[in-house]
């Protein structure tokens, strides 16, 4: 049973230091979307990829964040510096085309 | 602009009772259209989806959807609810996802 796995799973760190989030897609899909969640803003899209290509990150943050596939079994998202109002939880998903997504557990940033 | 309304924040129920879940979209292409689950702590899970064909989209663990074009909505139904589907409701439109708010749905035994 293939699955998107993500780490770390919690992570608290303090303000202003640098965060990597990890992502592991589910071996053959070619799109990866990073996902934030909070109580206030519900679930936001923050980047998408296409065959490792970045094709949207308008919802990101360009001054601190950023998304990266280094390979096709990895996409991070990192957040350099981070900040309170960065504490969520980040939502990886990853699917064999556009249109269905199958998201990983989440990392729950605490940023203090 | 694209949006999702899901107009019920917080849904209460009887096990044994019937569930309606309301979401309305505003999207300006192709229609492709999601429901996800969210268990307590846990990640989120499709249950249904449709993109074309038969509007009554059959989905997991009994629920189903009817995709209604002329009132831009995928109202999601399951016509009897147990404890177990205690969870967070989103609808969702679009290939990048656009999310509603939720629906938190509270299933009392």
């Known amino acids: 049973d293939a699955r998107v796995t993500q780490t770390p799973r919690d992570k608290v760190t303090e303000m202003g230091q640098e965060v990597t989030m990890r992502c592991q897609p589910i071996?053959?899909?070619?799109?990866v979307f990073w996902y934030r969640q909070t109580m206030k803003q519900g679930l936001e899209l923050l980047a998408y990829?296409?065959?490792?290509?970045?094709?949207?990150d308008s919802g990101m943050p360009k001054d601190r964040f950023s998304a990266e596939m280094p390979d096709a079994t990895l996409a991070t998202l990192k957040i350099q510096p981070s900040e309170p109002r960065d504490s969520a939880v980040y939502f990886c998903?990853?699917?064999?085309?556009?249109?269905?997504?199958?998201f990983g557990p989440g990392t729950r940033l605490t940023v203090l | 602009a694209q949006s999702v309304s899901q107009h019920n924040h917080h849904v209460i129920l009887s096990e044994a009772a019937s569930l309606e879940l309301g979401c309305n979209y505003s999207?300006?292409?192709?229609?492709?259209l999601f429901w996800y689950v969210q268990y307590p702590g846990q990640h989120l899970q499709l249950l249904l989806k449709y993109f074309s064909g038969d509007p009554l989209v059959k989905g997991i663990k009994g629920f189903e959807a009817e995709f209604i074009k002329s009132k831009f909505s995928f109202n999601l139904r399951k016509p009897s609810v147990q404890w177990s589907d205690t969870a967070e409701y989103f609808c969702?439109?679009?290939?990048?996802?656009?999310f509603g708010q939720g629906t938190e749905l509270s299933v009392k035994p």
């Open positions: 071996l053959g899909h070619n799109t």
């Open positions: 990829f296409r065959n490792r290509a970045p094709l949207d």
């Open positions: 998903a990853s699917g064999p085309g556009q249109y269905t997504q199958y």
């Open positions: 999207y300006g292409g192709t229609v492709n």
């Open positions: 969702a439109v679009g290939g990048k996802l656009i």
